[in-house]
């Protein structure tokens, strides 16, 4: 395959899960980030800002959780031909399920408390969570990928 070849790149039976799969982590980690700078910064402005930035990335990566899951599912159902998935497989559709079932737990919960004083105690540890099974979910779609190589 020609890397250089849009038709060939978009085309892939895995292609569109590969490229639509940074989206929610990229977008749910720099607003995980964000919350985090919200909660150390003393002057209003700054911290409705980055609570506002926050809410923003965190909004955005629970929207691209369904296309990125479908994606997900129809790559194994063209490359695998709907196969019983076992192994690394199985371990990364069940870890990015809950990556994704968690974003949008936290995207719930920041959607409905409007200021970043309002949100419940459970939210940090919660989005450290999240951010920790989307690390996981990551690693495993690595060795899949062929991105990390074993030994």
Request: glycine letters at 10%; a positive charge; proline letters at 4%.
């Amino acid at each position: 395959m020609n890397p250089f070849d849009p038709k060939s790149a978009l085309l892939a039976k895995h292609a569109q899960h590969v490229v639509l799969i940074h989206f929610p982590i990229a977008l749910f980690l720099a607003g995980a980030a964000f919350d985090i700078a919200t909660r150390w910064t003393r002057q209003a402005t700054n911290r409705a800002t980055l609570a506002a930035a926050a809410r923003l990335n965190i909004l955005a990566a629970a929207v691209f959780v369904l296309p990125t899951l479908a994606t997900g599912i129809a790559a194994w159902q063209w490359h695998l031909g709907g196969q019983r998935l076992k192994g690394l497989l199985l371990l990364h559709l069940g870890l990015g399920c809950t990556a994704g079932v968690l974003i949008c737990l936290v995207a719930a919960t920041h959607f409905r408390q409007r200021k970043a004083s309002a949100l419940p105690d459970y939210y940090l540890p919660l989005e450290i969570l999240t951010a920790g099974v989307i690390g996981l979910a990551a690693y495993v779609g690595g060795f899949l990928s062929g991105v990390n190589v074993a030994g």
